[in-house]
């Protein structure tokens, strides 16, 4: 692979995210698949890290902090998708698609007392499977 990871082409999440496995030698995959429990488990522990560091900050601040471990929540995110082969863009799309899906169709929203968005009788669950398959996983195919 050309050393042409430094400037990628678009500011994406999984454009950057991407490059930055290239330029490391981190793992990337393109088609969805499991992978070795011993780096499924070093992903998992990196994301509970930032997301551990995001509750640190979350309430006290400052805010420059809180933004910085919102993004590396994100990166570390796509990072472990880019890892399982996951498009997680187009896990995203579906997710949106499905939430959308819980606004009533007058335009009413249910929700619970501290303001979460509840799922109206409209509301259609996200088909990940579905878009994984799409993507090419082979559900139960192994690593
Ligand atoms: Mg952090």
């Known amino acids: 692979m050309a050393a042409t990871t430094v400037a990628p082409m678009s500011s994406s999440p999984a ?4 490059a930055f496995h290239h330029a490391f030698g981190l ?10 429990p011993e780096l499924a ?6 994301l509970a890290e930032e997301a551990a560091e995001v509750a640190e900050v979350a309430v006290t ?11 590396d929540v994100v990166y570390v995110a796509y990072g472990t998708a ?3 082969g996951i498009d997680l863009d187009a896990v995203l799309a579906e997710i949106h698609r499905s939430n ?5 169709p007058d335009g009413s929203v249910s929700r619970r007392a501290d303001g979460k968005v509840l799922k109206g009788e409209h509301y259609e669950a996200p088909d990940v499977a579905g878009v994984l398959r799409k993507q090419g996983w082979t559900p139960g195919g192994g690593a």
């Open 15 to 18: 454009d950057l995210v991407r």
């Open 27 to 36: 793992d990337a995959r393109s088609t969805p698949a499991e992978v070795s």
């Open 41 to 46: 488990a070093h992903r998992g522990e990196l």
């Open 61 to 71: 601040g400052p805010l420059d902090r809180l933004a910085h471990e919102l993004a």
């Open 82 to 84: 880019l890892v399982h």
């Open 100 to 104: 959308m899906t819980k606004l009533g």
